[in-house]
């Protein structure tokens, strides 16, 4: 079975600043794809990046960039010069390719609040 | 227009009434998904469908049923409602493929009283 896990309920950050939404994941696939999802207060899920369980590089998105340890199953977001309209919950999920019959799953998402 | 449009987008209904949530894309996807969300505890799949003859349950489907009507339309509904049904719900789409992102409704609040 897969499951995504997101520790952090909330988390704070001055504006300008840089801050990690931690996720880790948990599947014995070996083909999968990690992506994450920014939900603001308006609750329209919003795609930031994507990371494939066979790509070399961690990915990047202007601001975004995931910071993808594959042995210890983290796939963390990063988000850089942080922006009060970054204030949103953020979610991670998975699609493992084989054993998880291809299904998008979600973890239980963590609260960005950033402060002038 | 939305690319994935769900309707209704609020509604409050009474207990043990049958209700039909609505999702219809114009994205030519063959994936099809519905979640609800609940406070503290993310987004769960109910049902998802990777074609109109592919039908598969999700983690929580009891008390729930789709129809894949055609390639665009996927229709949720709640047998009998009951008030922990409450919740917001989600329509998504996807094409095929690993690295492919869903792109999400607006979502439909559901409110059983």
């Known amino acids: 079975a897969q499951k995504i896990t997101q520790t952090q309920p909330g988390m704070f950050v001055q504006e300008k600043e840089a801050v990690t939404l931690d996720c880790t994941y948990d599947?014995?696939?070996?083909?999968?794809?990690l992506f994450w999802y920014k939900q603001p207060s308006s609750g329209e899920m919003i795609f930031l990046i994507y990371?494939?369980?066979?790509?070399?590089q961690n990915a990047t998105e202007g601001r975004y960039s995931l910071n993808f340890q594959k042995a210890r199953k983290s796939a963390n977001l990063v988000i850089s010069a942080s922006q009060l309209g970054d204030s949103a919950m953020y979610f991670c999920?998975?699609?493992?390719?084989?054993?998880?019959?291809?299904?998008?799953?979600f973890g239980t998402g963590t609260r960005l609040l950033v402060s002038p | 227009d939305a690319d994935v449009t769900q309707t209704p987008r609020n509604r409050i209904t009474k207990t043990g009434k049958r209700i039909m949530l609505e999702c219809s894309q114009t994205k030519g996807h063959d994936r099809m998904y519905w979640y609800r969300q609940d406070p503290g505890l993310g987004l769960r799949l109910i049902y998802y469908s990777f074609d109109v003859k592919d039908i598969n349950k999700g983690e929580i489907s009891d008390g729930y049923s789709v129809s894949r009507q055609a390639q665009a339309k996927f229709s949720l509904s709640l047998e009998s409602a009951i008030p922990n049904q409450t919740a917001l719900y989600f329509c998504?789409?996807?094409?095929?493929?690993?690295?492919?992102?869903?792109?999400f409704g607006q979502g439909t609040r559901l409110t059983v009283v």
């Open positions: 998504a789409t996807s094409m095929t493929g690993r690295n492919t992102e869903a792109f």
């Open positions: 599947t014995s696939d070996q083909s999968y794809g």
């Open positions: 999920a998975m699609r493992a390719w084989n054993t998880g019959f291809q299904k998008l799953v």
């Open positions: 990371q494939g369980s066979y790509d070399e």
